[in-house]
């Protein structure tokens, strides 16, 4: 630690431990040092440990255990949405992270769509929707469960490969992902999600539903993404 330095000692261990996560040098699951310990080791007061914590506990790197200790939190998939990043892949989050992502594709098929999916797509009643469901994973462990509608003039993604991103197929078709309308609510997970997720049937999950149209205003898709929350990190700049 650098004590004469602009940057407060606490936010100095802070990054410290959280480099050290990055690396690899502490994975999920590993049980931090001991407030004295810690203290011990960077000959910096508990005081000064204790708001270190707080901070890691805070940004999501560490969970207190009562009574047991402090422990590496799995990776969460960070979104920040600001002006800059209204709208962004799952895989370009992950990427941003300094992430892997990947897919497992569940499902592709035509539907007929209900009242919901006809009011956001903005299609005719009668028209067929492509309705995909992949289950998205950063750095192997699955997140979320995505099921996107898209309207019959997206039938292009049918000779595309769905476990990579569908931003770079629309991109390559000449169409930019430009603006975004979502909300999030709390769901429960059903046994399937449980399932995929693995996490247990019931378990508090983040629903997020999404419109997202292109740089002319036109809907590129609909979607629904149940979320493990202790996965998932999302902070919002206004």
């Known amino acids: 630690m650098v004590k004469n330095s602009i940057v407060p000692l606490y936010q100095q261990l802070s990054d410290e431990i959280k480099a050290q996560i990055n690396g690899g040098k502490l994975k999920a699951g590993d049980r931090l040092m001991t407030e004295a310990e810690l203290s011990q080791q960077y000959e910096v007061s508990r005081i000064t440990v204790r708001k270190a914590i707080e901070l890691l506990v805070d940004e999501g790197y560490v969970m207190r255990k009562q009574g047991i200790g402090t422990f590496i939190a799995e990776k969460k998939l960070r979104r920040v949405v600001d002006s800059e990043n209204l709208v962004l892949s799952f895989s370009e989050m992950s990427q941003m992270n300094g992430q892997e992502p990947s897919s497992d594709l569940l499902s592709v098929e035509w539907i007929t769509p209900g009242a919901s999916i006809i009011h956001h797509l903005h299609v005719d009643e009668e028209e067929k ?92 898709h609909y979607s629904k993404v149940v979320i493990n929350s202790q996965l998932y990190r999302l902070t919002i700049i206004t």
């Open 129 to 220: 929707v492509l309705k995909i469901v992949r289950l998205r994973k950063n750095d192997g462990i699955p997140v979320m469960v995505e099921t996107n509608y898209y309207p019959q003039q997206m039938d292009f993604l049918l000779q595309a490969n769905l476990t990579g991103s569908t931003y770079e197929i629309f991109r390559e078709h000449g169409l930019i992902p430009s603006h975004g309308n979502r909300t999030v609510q709390i769901c429960y997970a059903t046994s399937e999600e449980a399932q995929y997720l693995n996490v247990e049937a019931n378990q508090p999950l983040l629903l997020q539903t999404e419109s997202v149209t292109d740089q002319n205003g036109k809907v590129l």
